[in-house]
């Protein structure tokens, strides 16, 4: 007696590719895992004292898996700083949307740069890019570098749509970029790294509006006479 051929059974959860890949969306998440696991450890233990063993063990996968993604531990750190700037540019792209005055525009961009900076990854990475610059040439190379695009950079985004009503010298723009982000981070970003307390809401607020307010209309000098 012939057996009747049983009908495919129907999947009932993600299907692998042939050969066992993962899916596309399988391995974005395995690659954002990746980067969170390290971007702990980073921060916690620092360049020097984290290995890729720890990782792949803290991200749940194998040391082999992990090199086939990244290659070394100085491209998996440079993955992590870039994936923390493309987020944070993304953030402040949503925040400056918005039609608006200048001063509004930059207000809030000062917002949640100076918040993005002072964060604990960010000052931890700053202390690490500033003792590991000798070890990692290619990512200190590639921070210098001037973005390649508008896109790429929304607070000289901001200058060149207000440039472009003719509200600023279309060839200030990026000039004035680097010089409101240097008036936003420098001090603040100085006294964190070097240990001071950290500056609660309303000094952050305070140290916005002041800094945009000189950076439009420069100082109120006194009459000479």
Known sequence: MKQKKKAPRQGTGRQR??????????????YGRILDAACELF?????????????AAHAGIGKLTLYRRFGNKETLFEAVVVHLSEKWRAEVS?????????SEA???????VLSAVLSPSSLAFHRILFTEAARLPGLCAL???EPS???QDPIRAIFRRFADRGELRVDQVAFLDQQFVQSIIGKPLRNAL???????????????????DLFLHGPQCPARF
């Open 17 to 30: 590719r042939p050969g066992g890949r993962p899916s596309l969306k399988e391995a974005e998440l395995l």
């Open 43 to 55: 921060k916690k233990h620092g360049y020097g004292e984290t290995s890729i063993d720890a990782i």
């Open 94 to 102: 949503r925040a400056t949307e918005s039609e608006g005055s200048l």
């Open 106 to 112: 930059l207000a809030a961009a000062g917002r949640l």
């Open 143 to 145: 921070m210098c570098q």
């Open 149 to 151: 695009s508008e896109l």
């Open 194 to 212: 070097l240990g001071a307390p950290p500056m609660n809401a309303r000094a952050q607020e305070e140290h916005v509006h002041k800094a945009v």
